[in-house]
């Protein structure tokens, strides 16, 4: 005979800590999840814009006060082609959806924060790691570490290459031409008609 265990959980205690997952985990989560969401409907930065823009000419007080008109009137109702109904959903999921937006937003702050911190981190240690095989490497004994401190040595001379020609030149200025200044013709400002 099979007997079901049900965990007590006394009120007052926490539930034991969750799994924690991996990042290959999460994606596959995440893609589980939108999978299993109706709309999810990807759009260019022109079409975001444009849609903003025109919901700005729509404040939320004048949409919901041209809802009610649909409730009020079967004709309009008709005319705009949908049943008060499915209008009052599209505005609850609209709201509902904003929340999901909301959470989603900063759900991926703390994941690219988390993430800023462990570069830092990594960058940290790299750096010591670099310090120390550096003034090791004088040393004839760690004659190992001779290539690859100049294969980082190399590498960062790069970098200060590339960022330096990366950087914006500021204009220089032009040179005025030697020799006297032509003036400016001079515009005509009587009223006398030209012949």
Do not use: C
Not at 1 to 26: I, R
Not at 91 to 114: I, P
Not at 138 to 156: H, M, S, T, Y
Request: hydrophobic share 35%; glycine share 4%.
């Amino acid at each position: 005979m099979a007997t079901n265990t049900v965990e007590n959980n006394t009120t007052g205690t926490s539930p034991p800590n969750p799994a924690k997952l991996t990042p290959e985990a999460v994606i596959e989560q995440i893609r589980a999840l939108r999978s299993q969401i109706e709309d999810v409907t990807p759009l260019s930065k022109a079409q975001r814009n444009q849609l903003r823009q025109r919901t700005r000419k729509q404040p939320a007080p004048i949409v919901d006060a041209s809802i009610s008109v649909i409730g009020s009137s079967d004709t309009v109702a008709q005319a705009v082609g949908q049943p008060l109904d499915d209008v009052l959903q599209i505005q609850t999921d609209s709201v509902l959806w904003g929340h999901v937006a909301d959470e989603l937003r900063s759900f991926l702050k703390g994941v690219e924060g988390s993430n800023l911190v462990r570069r830092e981190r990594l960058a940290f240690i790299a750096a010591q790691a670099y310090s120390f095989g550096s003034q090791l490497a004088r040393n004839p004994d760690n004659a190992n570490l001779v290539p690859q401190v100049e294969e980082i040595k190399r590498l960062k001379s790069f970098a200060r290459r590339k960022k330096a020609s990366q950087a914006p030149q500021p204009p220089s200025p032009t040179p005025a031409a030697p020799g006297p200044a032509t003036p400016a013709p001079a515009h005509d400002t009587s009223t006398v008609p030209k012949a």
